[in-house]
């Protein structure tokens, strides 16, 4: 970590699509579900690499909206992962000051994995050293259609008036209110897309495509990406 400077310009959120694990399977030889397996390896290396270099977010795609189209198997195995990686690592986010937050429709989750997520969150809720926003059955769509529906809700009730509606109260109403805006936004895997992630919030973010897959992803690597975003010029539509 000392070839690098990276205390100035540091990103205050880091977001990440944690892609490739079934493709880093098939190159072992192994089944998909191990590549998820090695993937959950990557999810703890990237935690604790962001939370000691004071990283103040940091938001990893675990499940979309899409992801329940897979394999029931598949689904069970993903299910499986991060219950095991509740258990496991409470204690352990408690003791670092990480606080665990979840975004996305979890009304979809299996009541057991819901409460057990809702249980860490609520655990960890006095951590001040990072979050770790996990997005589950999580869809920038539906995201924003929910806030839309919450301000018309709000709008009928006489709370709210139209012309109110800004940038502002929209970020307030979405799931993430109340966290910056990422600053980067990563993507392993080496597809080019933005797959229905932070679809409002990735606004003015930095975009790093990596070809690596996402269970090869090393904190090297993501040195690099950060010491990167610190030589570029973000203007955010101005001229400097
Ligand atoms: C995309 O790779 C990855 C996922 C759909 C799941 C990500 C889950 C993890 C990294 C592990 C569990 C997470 C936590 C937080 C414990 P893919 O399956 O689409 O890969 P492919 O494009 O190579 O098939």
Redesign the pocket.
């Known amino acids: 970590m000392d070839e690098f400077d990276i205390k100035p310009l540091l990103p205050r959120h880091i977001a990440m699509?944690?892609?490739?694990?079934?493709?880093?399977?098939?190159q072992h030889g192994k089944l998909?579900v191990k590549?998820?397996?090695?993937?959950?390896q990557?999810?703890d290396k990237m935690v604790s690499l962001c939370a000691e270099i004071g990283i103040e977010v940091l938001t990893?795609?675990?499940?979309?909206s899409e992801?329940w189209e897979?394999p029931a198997l598949?689904v069970a195995a993903?299910m499986r992962?991060?219950r095991?990686?509740?258990k496991r690592?409470t204690k352990r986010l408690m003791e670092q000051g990480i606080r665990l937050r979840a975004i996305g429709r979890l009304d979809r989750l299996d009541p057991k994995v819901r409460k057990e997520l809702e249980d860490a969150c609520k655990k960890t809720a006095a951590g001040k050293t990072m979050t770790l926003n996990?997005a589950?059955s999580y869809g920038g769509r539906d995201e924003i259609c929910d806030a839309v529906q919450t301000i018309c809700r709000r709008v009928q009730a006489g709370e709210l008036k139209c012309d109110t509606i800004d940038d502002k109260l929209m970020t307030s109403h979405l799931d993430t209110a109340g966290l910056p805006d990422p600053d980067i936004m990563i993507r392993t895997?080496g597809?080019y897309r933005i797959s229905n992630f932070l679809l409002w919030q990735l606004a003015y973010a930095e975009l790093y495509f990596s070809d690596t897959?996402?269970?090869d992803f090393s904190k090297d690597e993501l040195l690099q990406i950060i010491n990167d975003f610190q030589q570029r010029e973000r203007r955010f539509g101005r001229v400097l």
Do not use: K, Q
């Not at 590549?35 to 959950?40: L, N, Q």
């Not at 990893?60 to 979309?64: D, R």
């Open positions: 699509i944690m892609d490739g694990n079934g493709r880093w399977a098939e998909r590549g998820h397996e090695a993937g959950a990557t999810v990893l795609y675990a499940f979309s992801n897979r598949e993903l992962l991060l095991h990686y509740l690592e996990l589950i895997g597809e897959l996402w269970p």
